[in-house]
Structure formats: C-alpha cells, structure tokens
C-alpha cells in the first residue's frame, strides 16, 4: 500500500480503494488510533467526496470481522453521521457558534501556524504535510486547533475554513463541528493538549516548547509570543469550468450531483451526468488546486461526467424543464428537490438527542 503522505495514495483507482477497504484490521485501529503511526484507514476523503460512505466501510469490515470487534471503527463512523445529522437539522445554523459563545476573538490565525514555525517539531511537520497533501492525523488536527483557538485565541470560523481549504476531506459538517468542539461553542469544554500528550501519541520526546508545562498552566493562559503575531491565510482557488450562463437550457434527464457526490455508479442511464461547482459556496468555503485535483481524478471514472459552475438560480433556470435526480445532501438542498435520500449506515434517532453520547445510544444497535 502506498504511503498516506503522498498524493499518489490518494489519486488510485477503484481496485486500490476496493484493496484498502478489505486491508483495515479493526482490532489495530482500536488500539492504534490515536497515534500518528496507527493503523487508521486514511479513507476519510473519499467518504467526504461520495466516493464511498459510511455503510460500504461497515460492510467490508463487518463482511470479515464480528461486530464486536468492529465497535470502535462503527463508533467513530458514527462520529461522522453524527456531525451530518447536527448540519441536516440545524442547517447554516452550524457556522455560527452553536451551543457556547466563543471566548476567542481573533479572527486571524497565528502566522506561525500558517508558516509552519511553531517551534513544536510533530506540529510543523503535520502542517507542512497538510499543505503539500492535503492529509493531517485526526489526532494532530486536535492539537493544531486547541493551539490555534484555545492557546492562540483565534476565532474557530476562520480556523476551519482555512483547514477546510487544504484538506482532502475538509468536510463542512465534520470539519465545522470539530472545531467547534475543540473550541468549546459544541461542547462542554475546551480541549487542551500540552506537549507530553503530544510526544506520547506521537511517540516524540521533544521538551521546551511552549506546550512543555503542566495542564494547570492553562487555566491562567496568556498568549505565547510564537502566537502572538497573525494573519490572514491565502485561500485563493481557480474553478475553470463550463459556465452555466453558456449553455443551453436541459430538457432531458440530469443526475445532478456535487463535488461531495462522486459515486460512479449512481443513475448510470440519466442522458446528462452534471457535477454542479456552486459558486456561491465556493466562495464562502474555498478548495485548494490539490483538493480539486482530488476531486477532478475521481470524478474523471463517472462516464460522461460534466463540470458546470453557477448560482443556484442560474442552475433553476437551466433545469426548468429538465428530469433532475438529486440524492439528499444538506449544503445543496437549495439547488433542488430531492429524489432519493442519501445512504446512512445509522438512522436518525427517533428521540431527540443533543449530544454524541445520546445518538450513539440509539443508533449502535441499528447498523
């Protein structure tokens, strides 16, 4: 298998995404997660890009191991269709802060995370990774953040649209949700990390950082010279697609899909296979060339695909007289109706539930 810091991991084919998913061994996963040299999947951007979900992940690890076994990787699966079932039923009600008020109020980000010069060896090297990749260990885009809105007091909105930029899997709930978590506003808490958790899950021995002090010193934080100065991160990015306003309104089938829609199979016999870039939304959540490059390398195996980029209102008229299949997605509910409902490996809890713990309860049992 191929290394996960390359981009050449990410830009495979089917058979080499079919070979990973057989490979993942949930009983390393469990025990290994959480260091940066675990056994993770790494498959966490073709979930986002609907390349594959969450249920054809469940199903090839449970095809070949008991489900107990298996818990800790349904749980964390479950993580995922959590953040989506918050987004779903709170809608853009998730880019605000969502449960707590921030206490940071920068809203620009430590230069030297962006430059790559914390000082803190495993730190600057996974950023620097994110940016030449687009791939950061889950564990070390926990400290990145807590560093970045908890030690540096940086505001979590610019924070993840600038991670949501470079990361393959920059997905808008899980991605929003988790820095809000980090940030306390989606949860009970700030997460702290000083520099021992992050030598022992990253199995470094590094001292004198400015992380190199017990988790009393945070309860009296004042901000680090090394976060001290801050800036703004370019988040420029290129759409250089067929302009909606150019074509000729569609009378026949459309399988509309978006950029997180990249299943190659989904209606196969629709006469127009469209891939809609919502210049709307790109604006507010720009992707790097590397993301589109992703995106534009798998979506290259849907026959007949069609990049086109425009409003939502422009899209409408297009469309007027069209047959469009659109599968359910929460950020592109407004483009049209839907026609079917996305695949969930949980169904939505019957009971209400406002926090993780409570979802869980209800879903484990349903998969």
């Known amino acids: 298998m191929k290394d996960p810091k390359s981009t050449s991991f990410f830009h495979c084919g089917y058979d080499d995404l079919q070979s990973r998913l057989a490979c993942i061994n949930p009983h390393d996963y469990d025990k290994t997660r959480n260091f940066l040299d675990g056994a993770v999947t790494w498959l966490s951007p073709f979930i986002t890009h609907g390349i594959i979900n969450t249920r054809d992940v469940a199903n090839a690890v449970l095809s070949r191991h008991a489900k107990p076994k298996c818990e800790k990787l ?155 100065e801050t800036d703004s991160p370019d988040l420029q990015q290129t759409l250089p697609f067929e302009a909606l306003k150019n074509i000729e309104p569609i009378s026949e089938s459309v399988a509309l899909r978006s950029v997180w829609h990249l299943q190659k199979e989904w209606q196969p016999t629709a006469t127009h296979q469209w891939i809609f870039v919502d210049t709307e939304q790109q604006a507010q959540w720009p992707m790097s060339y590397k993301r589109w490059s992703f995106i534009k390398h798998w979506a290259s195996f849907i026959p007949g695909v069609r990049f086109v980029k425009g409003t939502s209102q422009e899209l409408a008229k297009k469309l007027g007289a069209a047959d469009v299949l659109r599968q359910e997605y929460t950020g592109c509910n407004h483009w049209s109706p839907q026609t079917e409902e996305r695949q969930w490996l949980y169904p939505d809890p019957p009971k209400p539930y406002n926090s993780f713990s409570k979802f869980w309860k209800q879903v484990k049992n349903d998969d």
């Open 74 to 228: 349904l749980f964390e699966l479950a993580w995922r269709e959590y953040f989506h079932r918050i987004w779903q039923n709170n809608r853009d009600a998730i880019f605000s802060d969502l449960k707590n008020p921030s206490v940071s109020t920068r809203m620009q980000l430590p230069s030297s995370l962006l430059n790559c010069q914390t000082g803190i060896n495993v730190i600057d090297e996974s950023l620097q990774q994110l940016q030449q990749i687009g791939s950061m260990h889950n564990h070390a885009r926990m400290w990145v953040a807590s560093i970045c809105c908890n030690m540096g007091n940086t505001h979590w909105l610019p924070a993840a649209k600038w991670m949501h930029y470079h990361l393959l899997d920059g997905d808008l709930a899980s991605n929003t949700l988790s820095w809000q978590w980090i940030a306390g506003t989606f949860s009970n808490k700030r997460y702290f990390a000083n520099q021992d958790n992050i030598n022992k899950f990253s199995k470094s021995s590094q001292h004198g950082t400015f992380l190199d002090v017990p988790y009393e010193a945070f309860e009296n934080w004042q901000i680090p010279g090394v976060l001290a």
